[in-house]
Every structure is written in structure tokens, then in C-alpha cells.
């Protein structure tokens, strides 16, 4: 069964059918989902989903984009979040140039301090990185991120770094991106790098894959970017989706 290892159930566009969507994931093959959260509000829905649906997990920490009002409390809210044992990991955090909305050494502290709060907890992490290459993975080594795991979630950027992600031991998370016409270095990306190293996500309700983009997207979806791996690879839908399921419980420690 596909494992979406990166979703926003907490979205208010699933508002009016998030229970229909969930009633649908059997019989279109989703067997779990990680829901992330991303700013303040969504640590407590990202939680309660976690505890209403057995299907469904979670990731707490502050978006980039988000960490504008970040406080040390905050931080302390997402570390006693952290103790739920649905909860598996620190995320999304990291760095975002290209909203740029918050000012760069503001995203660089908060990414610093959520990282050694996923050491102190031996949590893997969920990274955000956009038109941020050097800065995210100079600070990824800085704090030697490799050892505690995580996904290079949505990947964007070349095979040369997507290589050196893997060596350190992260995953690359790709989805919808992937059936876009003018995706070229993303599918480069899932035809090089080991079928070991891929975890499948949606980035649900964003990216959405053809023939739906600029839809909202579900995890319903996903089989598209499933089959589009399989394509690019040469090999078959079944195996992408069995392989890519252990390594989503690698990642996040559920084997
Ligand atoms: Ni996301």
C-alpha cells in the first residue's frame, strides 16, 4: 500500500470531504499518511488527526515561512507534542528564498534550534528547502542531520546534491512534481538515485499532479506520481509502491 509520508490533512480545503477522502484511501491503495505540521495552530490539529484516524501520523515543527512569531515556548509546545507516540518526527522546518518572507537569519536560528530539539528527542526530520540549496545543506552538516534521518521533502535541486543527501543518509520525498512536463532534473533525480532512497508524498492540498495540477491535491492522487517513478525507471507501479512503503517506515521508525 503507498504510504503518502507528507500530507496537510489539517488544510481547511478538506474541510467539507476530508472523511470522504479517508473512506476512499483502501480501495485506491493509501495505506498510511504522515500529516505535517507547519505553523502554530496546526501542532494541536496535526496531533488530533494522529489520534482520530489509525491510518494517520504525524510531524510537528514550524514551517520557515512560518517561524516569524516563533518563540521558545513554541518550541516547547512542539517537544511535549513530540511524546504522543503518533508523532515521528520534527517537521516541516528549514529554509525558504524564494517567499522570502521572513527574514533569512530569523529561518536560519529557528531551523538550528528545531534541529537540536530532533536530537534531544531522537526524532528523524521532514526539511523544507526552497531556492535555499547552500544554506540547508551547509547547516544540515553543520549539525550533523544525517545520523538522526530524515526526507529532503519535495525535492527541487540537482542529482549532484540529491546524491550527496542520500550519502548522508536522507531520504528524497517526491510526488506530483514528478508528471510535470518541464520537471527534467526531478525526473533525472527518480531515475538515478537508488528506488531505496525515494519516499512517495503529496504536499497535499498543493501539487497536484497531471492531470490535475492546479487542483487540490490528496493522497488519492498519488498513485499518479507512483506510476510516473515506475515509468521513469523502467520498472513496475507494484514495486515502487512496496519498496518506497518500507523505506516511508524507515523513515520514520515504524518497522
Ligand atoms: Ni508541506
Redesign the pocket.
Known amino acids: 500500500m503507498i504510504f503518502d509520508t507528507?500530507a496537510?490533512y489539517n488544510d481547511k480545503q478538506f474541510d467539507g470531504d476530508r472523511e470522504e477522502i479517508f473512506a476512499a484511501f483502501k480501495e485506491t491503495g493509501i495505506g498510511r499518511v504522515c500529516n505535517?505540521a507547519?505553523d502554530i495552530e496546526s501542532i494541536e490539529e496535526c496531533l488530533d488527526l494522529a489520534e482520530r484516524y489509525p491510518f494517520m501520523y504525524c510531524a510537528l515543527g514550524i514551517h520557515p515561512s512560518d517561524c516569524g512569531p516563533m518563540t521558545e515556548e513554541v518550541l516547547e509546545t512542539i517537544r511535549r507534542g513530540l511524546s504522543h507516540p503518533r508523532a515521528v518526527a520534527v517537521g516541516?522546518i528549514g529554509l525558504d528564498y524564494y517567499w522570502d518572507d521572513v527574514d533569512r537569519e530569523v529561518q536560519k536560528y529557528w531551523f538550528r534550534r528545531q534541529l537540536d530539539l530532533a536530537r534531544e528527542e531522537n526524532k528523524p526530520v521532514v526539511i523544507?528547502s526552497r531556492e535555499a540549496a547552500a544554506d540547508t545543506m551547509n547547516i544540515l552538516k553543520e549539525k550533523n542531520a544525517g545520523d538522526m534521518g530524515g526526507v529532503i521533502?519535495?525535492y527541487s535541486y540537482s542529482l549532484e546534491q540529491a546524491r550527496e543527501y542520500v550519502k548522508m543518509g536522507f531520504f528524497i520525498g517526491i510526488g506530483g512534481v514528478v508528471t510535470f512536463k518541464n520537471s527534467r532534473k526531478l525526473k533525472e533525480v527518480a531515475r538515478e538515485i537508488p528506488l531505496e532512497n525515494i519516499v512517495l508524498e503529496t504536499?497535499c492540498p498543493?501539487l497536484a499532479p497531471v492531470p490535475y495540477r492546479g487542483k487540490r491535491n490528496s493522497s488519492l492522487y498519488l498513485p499518479l506520481a507512483a506510476q510516473a517513478i515506475a515509468e521513469i525507471r523502467g520498472t513496475e507501479v507494484s514495486e515502487v509502491i512496496a519498496v518506497t512503503e518500507k523505506n516511508a517506515e524507515r523513515l520514520y521508525r515504524l518497522a
Do not use: L, P, Q, T
Open positions: 507528507h496537510h505535517i507547519s516541516e523544507h521533502h519535495c504536499d498543493y
